[in-house]
């Protein structure tokens, strides 16, 4: 049985976030010694092992919280499962798009600074006239059209 602050070193997650998982459900409520302190045993840290990568990989607490509903369930078909990686995978993608935008906005933009005077200062009038922009990265990555990253 381990206490939560092994459980935290062992996972690498605060003890606070730990106790949060145990308040929306995620880890199931902890066994308590005598003096109300929690134990753990091996199938609550790989749980939360399974958390915490799956964190790492940027799925949301509702998507986890489905995953590991339907890990409870070995003999469902994996389809669903699938779904929501395919889910979490299309997400990460349209995020890499609007940074890659990003990138290129802010590259050029410093690139065309000439360094003198605030006044004329390339970054400044990007900054405060949208239309400066040569990309679309307000609507890449929010379902909205992109047009390829460039405007048309």
Known sequence: MLTIGTLSKKTGTKVQTIRYYEQIGLMPEPGRTEGGQRRYDNAQLDRLSFIRHSRQLGFSLD?????????????RPCEEVDAIARRQLNQVEQRMARLKA????????VHECSGGRTAD??????????SECLTEHDEIGTGEPDHGGIRP
């Open 121 to 130: 200062c390339k970054v400044l009038e990007v900054l405060q006239d949208h």
């Open 102 to 109: 990003l990138r290129t906005e802010l590259k050029r933009m």
């Open 63 to 75: 998507a986890i919280r489905e995953l590991l509903d339907l890990s409870d369930q070995p003999n």
